[in-house]
């Protein structure tokens, strides 16, 4: 999938009730779709590795695109630099978390 096809999927799959839901947990991204994670395991498994959409998925700065990044990404090109830049933007622990399991 491309850039934009994502973010058009994205935006197709959004869900305002599970933004909702979210905040039960202390999810609180700035900015999200309320996508569920099956969709964006889904979602990544059509997209495969690709370490550029990676890196602009995560400028995008949604919690999708962001959580999207680190499923994509090429673990061989992802430097102690750049984890240590993405960690800097942690803002909640979901996107710790998914950074942590899928990529680094």
């Not at 096809?5 to 947990?25: A, T």
């Not at 994670?37 to 602009?56: F, M, N």
């Amino acid at each position: 999938m491309t850039y934009n096809e994502i973010l058009s999927e994205l935006e197709r799959l959004k869900d305002p009730v599970n933004i909702e839901g979210m905040k039960r947990f202390g999810i609180t991204p700035k900015h999200t779709f309320g996508v569920r994670l099956p969709d964006l395991r889904r979602i990544a498994k059509e997209s495969g590795r690709d370490h550029e959409l990676a890196l602009k998925l995560w400028s995008k700065d949604t919690r999708e695109t962001r959580i999207l990044a680190s499923m994509i990404a090429e673990p061989k090109k992802t430097s102690s630099e750049l984890m240590d830049a993405w960690a800097s933007e942690f803002t909640y622990w979901e996107i710790c978390d998914q950074c942590c399991m899928n990529l680094f």
